[in-house]
């Protein structure tokens, strides 16, 4: 059984920072890219932030410059550092990860998300 495990929300005031954590658990012959969404009250979800296999990344514009994006092959984690916190960053934050169970088997999951709170 797969699992994407999320770590690291809270409440933190604007200006401050936060370091997610994502961790693929369970047996999986490979991760391809991962990746952090989120989703703020009444709205979408979207793309924070990306990372492939190769670790090339993209960011959506609104936290270029802010958020950085990085990932621990070794330990099947990848993380995204914060910072420069706005209150425009509130919402839930959700890991990403297309990987293969097998080699000719690929599935695409979601963690089941966790908060980030930024207060002014």
């Known amino acids: 059984q797969v699992q994407l495990v999320e770590s690291g929300g809270g409440l933190v005031q604007a200006g401050g920072f936060l370091r997610l954590s994502c961790e693929v658990s369970?047996?999986?012959?490979?991760?391809?890219?991962m990746g952090w969404y989120r989703q703020a009250p009444g709205k979408q979800r979207e793309l924070v932030a990306a990372i492939t296999s190769g670790g090339s990344t993209n960011y959506a514009d609104s936290v270029k410059g802010r958020f950085s994006i990085s990932r621990d092959n070794a330990k099947n984690t990848v993380y995204l550092q914060m910072n420069s916190l706005k209150p425009e960053d509130t919402g839930v934050y959700y890991c990403?990860?297309?990987?293969?169970?097998?080699?000719?088997?690929?599935?695409?999951?979601w963690g089941q998300g966790t908060q980030v709170t930024v207060s002014s």
């Open positions: 369970g047996s999986i012959f490979s991760i391809n890219a």
């Open positions: 990403n990860a297309d990987l293969h169970v097998t080699r000719w088997t690929a599935y695409n999951y």
